[in-house]
């Protein structure tokens, strides 16, 4: 006659063997979490108060800690299980663009790229005037520099509600325009350099009402030129 032990051994190993055959028949399975994790969240590119006085650490705070996080948090909820798991950030924005039934995939992947674009918009060493070859576009493309700071600042401000303010490059030119909501001018083939966001939660801590004020602030103190000049 077995022993008792003997017996719950054979059963805990029966048991056991059926999860591993369950488990191992599911997607992913053998996956690292970091492949089946699609999408995260980038660190800073600088500590929460690198930015001071200009944006404050509790304007970052708030900025990237809940509404940037809780981007990336909806997507990843939203893409489970669909064919847009795994999938680089950049073609879930292309592929579900302009699509009805996709439309909150769109809203939280666009946002989820156009605040990573922001963070590496803006340095605690930017402002200024560029050099070399940007500068060069600049005064072909809008006269002179100051020209361009004006044009720049005055279309970004004028966004009406909820948006973004982008330098962009098309051809061997550079524009200057804003998108609404989570829209990106990368959708319609145009190549993001530079971008300032003029959702409030950006700035509504530190400047309410005034969003000229941030916005001119981010252009005379914090653009990063150098990152501009990278994207050419």
Do not use: C
Not at 34 to 50: R, T
Not at 74 to 91: H, Q, S, V, W, Y
């Amino acid at each position: 006659m077995k022993s008792n032990s003997e017996g719950i051994s054979r059963k805990q190993f029966i048991a056991t063997a059926g999860a591993f055959a369950i488990a191992a028949a599911l997607p992913g399975y053998g996956q690292s979490q970091k492949e089946v994790s699609s999408i995260e969240l980038p660190p800073l590119p600088y500590p929460e108060d690198a930015l001071d006085p200009v944006i404050s650490a509790k304007t970052i705070s708030f900025h990237y800690g809940k509404h940037h996080k809780g981007y990336v948090d909806n997507l990843n909820r939203l893409i489970a299980g669909t064919e847009f798991a795994g999938m680089p950030l950049e073609k879930i924005v292309s592929e579900t663009v302009g699509k009805a039934d996709k439309t909150s995939i769109f809203n939280n992947a666009a946002q989820v790229w156009n605040h990573n674009f922001y963070w590496k918009s803006l340095n605690t060493k930017g402002g200024g005037e560029p050099s070399g070859k940007i500068k060069d576009m600049i005064e072909k493309s809008f006269g002179s520099f100051d020209a361009f700071k004006k044009e720049f600042a005055s279309t970004v401000i004028s966004q009406f509600g909820s948006g973004w303010g982008w330098l962009v490059k098309d051809g061997d030119k550079l524009k200057i325009v804003k998108t609404g909501n989570a829209d990106s001018p990368t959708t319609v083939g145009l190549k993001p350099l530079l971008m300032i966001d003029v959702w409030e939660h950006a700035y509504y801590l530190d400047y309410q009402n005034r969003r000229a004020d941030y916005v001119n602030a981010i252009i005379e103190k914090l653009l990063d030129w150098d990152f501009a000049s990278k994207n050419i």
